[in-house]
């Protein structure tokens, strides 16, 4: 008896001290907690792409640690910020994966950022799944360990053109600034016009700093163009829309995440009725007064008293839940491989705010496919018009 | 057609770095020095004017006159607080105060109107479309602005030339040792000249806000374009900051509807750099020029 005894108490302390050593194989992993860390711009006018969006991340954190955590770990986010900057991005990942020794990654605001922060996350083999950074080198070719729930700029500058050729437009013309950003989105879009058979009827070009865009809305109106591609950040694309208005000049106006919150580019523009024909993508299906997102603006007026829900909480809403299910479906028995596997297996899952199902696989890891399209009214709301699935095959 | 549009866009934009050049070269004319911070004075005079107009709701005539006056007092207090402690300083010391001064205007706007957005919007001066006249359109916009930019323009000639003080500034410029032996007070000259400069590049923000949009950075590259200018039309000569700004302006807009718009930068620079191939000393700055 005393011996069975003894026995027991061996095999329970055995036992015990088997199971966090289990567990502290995987860094940032304890019996009760996993750490992820987050990058991204936390101050300057990138916090849009960061601090917001990892409020996001943090509100779907916070209920899934109210129902218990995954597989009974809590999850905890540490954010640093990379001020928008690639040598920022690559000290914030340092930082995160080095010093704070987190498990795993969800992170990247700015592009340009991210993309520098790449080799030094590949070659940690800690995984990144990617929260609203679009340029295509992020995830083209796939890194083993990182994968993207935004849209790319492949993906959305082959979405633009198809907008474009389903609301009629005969002659298609291109407005666009030639720096990387500019260049990552250029370039597949002059593809997809290949691609397509057509040719764009005038395609200029904007500095990022431009004050006045008088000679481009010039050539374009002699080409005659009946729709433009925007490929500019807001700031060109405000004045670009407001030298249009100038001259009368009314195109369809197609642009992309780069200009994602329409009323605070119509308060850019600031000419009335100046972006009345103006569409844009955006990575999530709802805006954010849509009903169907109630509970995450609940959530983000408790946790960040005089916060409003916006569209980059909900990126990093749907963000964290692919995470989240991938946690779930790499076991108890948590590894970073375990992980990657699970990132790489997840198939047509339905977030609360994408525009379609996330869907990744060993090969692609451009893991959203679907952006929408939103448009404000002059005056009006913002609302969310359709849905484009990009197919790249 | 094309060419009526760019040249009349051309001369707007033109008459704004015409401004902008002015600035640059009043203060330099009187102190030797070019203010680094000319360009951030007319970004903080931007938002000056944006509060003013968009934020009080003040019209539109006065939150101009509201600017400049504001424009006019941020030049004294430059003077006073940046330049008059360094007046015995060499002159590298004195541009070093310029570009600290511009940093120190970046941070401040960024302080005061960096959180409320990206950019801020000013609204335009008029909402009419277009007005064809024949083969020239007319966009009453850029007509109320060049109208503006011309107005100021002949003012400041005016002042120059009617005025105890403008005579005064002058006086000093031509000689300054000489200018100090029959009594003008030059530290009061300095002074003004930096508050008529930092004047004229308040008045140049008012006009230009409602074409384009407004945010901490803007300065140094409206600054590097007003530079120009006033490089071409000779640095010293004020008529020529005139001339080099509308060339400027016209050389960007026609190369950018001519060529392609990615010329547009470049363009202006080029004819830059052959007319100072041509005449070194600047297209109006005949007084340099001398035979050997």
């Known amino acids: 008896m005393r011996l069975n005894s003894f026995a027991s108490a061996m095999v329970g302390t055995l036992l015990l001290a088997v199971a966090p050593a289990a567990a502290a194989d995987a860094p940032g992993v304890t019996a009760d907690k996993i750490r992820i860390g987050s990058f991204g711009a936390l101050t300057g006018p990138g916090y849009l792409y960061g601090k917001l969006v990892m409020n996001g991340v943090e509100i779907v954190f916070d209920e899934v640690n109210a129902k218990g955590g995954v597989h009974g770990r809590k999850l905890e986010l540490v954010r640093e910020d990379d001020r928008c900057d690639p040598a920022g991005a690559i000290g914030a990942v340092k930082k995160l994966i080095y010093q704070d020794q987190v498990f795993a990654l969800i992170g990247g605001g700015c592009s340009n950022a991210t993309f520098a922060a790449r080799e030094e996350v590949e070659k940690s083999k800690v995984p990144l799944l990617v929260f609203a950074s679009v340029h295509d080198g992020i995830t083209t070719p796939p890194a083993p360990n990182i994968f993207s729930t935004a849209t790319t700029s492949t993906i959305e500058s082959y979405a633009q053109l198809e907008f474009a050729l389903k609301r009629g437009a005969k002659r298609i013309a291109v407005v666009s600034m030639r720096d990387s950003w500019g260049r990552a989105r250029y370039e597949p879009l002059m593809a997809a016009f290949k691609s397509k058979g057509v040719k764009p009827v005038a395609d200029e070009e904007v500095s990022p700093d431009a004050n006045d865009t008088t000679a481009q809305v010039l050539r374009l109106k002699a080409a005659n163009a009946d729709a433009v591609i925007v490929l500019l950040y807001p700031k060109p694309a405000a004045v670009f829309l407001r030298d249009s208005a100038k001259l009368a000049f009314k195109p369809i106006m197609i642009g992309q995440t780069g200009i994602a919150d329409p009323a605070a580019f119509e308060e850019q523009v600031g000419v009335p009725g100046g972006t009345a024909n103006f569409y844009t993508i955006s990575m999530v299906r709802y805006t954010p007064d849509d009903p169907a997102v109630d509970k995450w603006r609940k959530a983000i007026e408790a946790k960040f008293p005089g916060d409003r829900l916006s569209v980059f909480n909900l990126f990093g809403v749907g963000s964290a839940q692919v995470l989240v299910e991938a946690l779930k479906n790499a076991g108890p028995d948590l590894t970073r491989e375990k992980l990657i596997a699970a990132l790489a297996s997840i198939k047509n899952f339905e977030t609360d705010t994408h525009g379609g199902p996330i869907t990744c696989s060993e090969a692609d890891h451009r893991c959203h496919k679907s952006p929408a399209w939103i448009r404000k009214e002059p005056g009006g709301p913002t609302k969310v018009l359709d849905v484009t699935p990009v197919s790249l095959n | ?292």
């Open chain 2, 1 to 292: 057609m094309l060419f009526s549009y760019l040249l009349v866009s051309g001369i707007t934009t033109g008459a704004l770095y015409a401004l902008i050049a002015l600035g640059i070269v009043i203060v330099n004319k009187a102190s030797g020095v070019i203010n680094f911070a000319h360009g951030e004075l007319l970004m903080v005079a931007g938002f000056v004017a944006w509060t003013l107009h968009v934020g009080l709701q003040l019209p539109y005539g006065v939150a101009l006159l509201g600017t400049v006056a504001i424009g006019f007092a941020v030049g004294v207090l430059t003077d006073r607080i940046a330049f008059r402690p360094l007046a015995n300083a060499d002159l590298v010391s004195l541009v070093l105060a310029t570009v600290g001064l511009s940093f120190i205007l970046k941070g401040t706007a960024r302080l005061i109107w960096g959180g409320k957005a990206d950019y801020l919007s000013f609204p335009p001066l008029t909402q009419a479309e277009p007005i064809l006249l024949g083969p020239l359109m007319i966009i009453p916009q850029q007509l109320v602005v060049t109208a503006g930019a011309l107005a100021v323009m002949i003012a400041f000639a005016a002042f120059f030339r009617l005025t105890t003080a403008g005579k005064m500034m002058q006086a000093t410029a031509d000689n300054a040792k000489a200018a100090k032996l029959v009594g003008i007070r030059t530290d009061r000259v300095y002074m003004m000249a930096f508050a008529v400069g930092s004047l004229i590049a308040a008045a140049a923000a008012v006009l230009m806000a409602p074409l384009t949009l407004l945010y901490p950075d803007m300065g140094f590259l409206l600054f590097v374009k007003g530079f120009a200018a006033a490089v071409v039309g000779g640095l010293t000569s004020l008529p020529g900051a005139v001339l080099g700004g509308i060339l400027v302006g016209v050389v960007e807009s026609l190369a950018g509807g001519y060529i392609h718009s990615s010329a547009m930068e470049v363009a202006p620079f080029l004819v830059i750099m052959a007319v100072l191939i041509v005449r070194p000393t600047g297209l109006l700055d005949f007084a340099k020029v001398r035979r050997v």
